[in-house]
């Protein structure tokens, strides 16, 4: 983020179908000095048209609405606007809701018993690129990651690298990414990958990841750029969500 990004108010788009907590939340969030909530979507297609039309910063949508669902809306404005951060804001912390949110593309999961401080700290990180899960959500990834992982047969098959299936070029045409699977990746992982793959999905940081491999930080932030493309990813909590589909 250059000097200027950082100086400039951090412009927020709030999608809820409850007016109570849109209003309560623009309230509370937009007396901050460095936030501006620039606008209030009613439902999921209000804040795709809202997004397209306000080009905000970060983005905290609820996840059912009518007309179009926060997933579908994130999905959506993902594809459109790569750089709009998603910060969902849910009651709903069940396991496919969390890992259909992450795959269209939101960078944060909450729930909607959040300390303020809390969707604050968020938001803020989100807006510096960062990806944040809330505890019970990632004990729940952690939990499918570590139940497949126990069930895994011990020797399984590599993955086939006899496929040239244009999997990048179809994700890229398509409003809706596709999931990569390990069939469907063009160059498989490699060991130490693999390995940091998997503390990534148990939430450590690139440094406690480098204390864990021996590996420099600088080193690390470089492993997990090639294996984010390589998954095609676009966030660590989407990686996480590979990680346990790997192993699903």
Do not use: C, W
């Amino acid at each position: 983020m250059s000097g200027h990004e950082a100086r400039r108010k951090l412009r927020l788009l709030i999608a809820d179908d409850q007016p109570l907590i849109r209003r309560a939340l623009a309230m509370t969030l937009g007396v901050e000095d460095d936030i501006e909530v620039v606008g209030q979507a009613v439902d999921g297609a209000d804040a795709i048209e809202q997004a397209l039309a306000l080009r905000p910063d970060v983005i905290v949508m609820d996840l059912q609405m009518p007309r179009a669902s926060g997933v579908v809306a994130t999905r959506e404005i993902t594809a459109k606007l790569p750089s709009v951060g998603i910060v969902v804001l849910t009651t709903y912390d069940h396991d496919e809701l969390v890992f259909e949110a992450i795959r269209a593309g939101a960078r944060a999961y909450l729930l909607k018993d959040a300390a303020e401080s809390e969707v604050l700290d968020t938001i803020r990180a989100v807006r510096r690129g960062e990806s944040r899960l809330s505890p019970s959500v990632a004990r729940k990834v952690m939990e499918q990651f570590r139940r497949f992982d126990a069930a895994a047969p011990a020797s399984a098959a590599p993955p086939s690298p006899a496929s040239t299936e244009p999997v990048a070029a179809a994700s890229e045409t398509s409003s809706r990414p596709v999931p990569a699977s390990p069939d469907a990746l063009q160059e498989p992982l490699t060991g130490k990958e693999e390995r940091i793959l998997q503390l990534i999905a148990e939430g450590m940081s690139n440094k406690q990841i480098g204390a864990k491999v021996f590996l420099a930080e600088g080193t690390v932030k470089n492993y997990v750029s090639r294996i984010m493309e390589k998954l095609h990813a676009r966030s660590r909590t989407e990686l996480a969500v590979r990680a346990v589909e790997r192993r699903g």
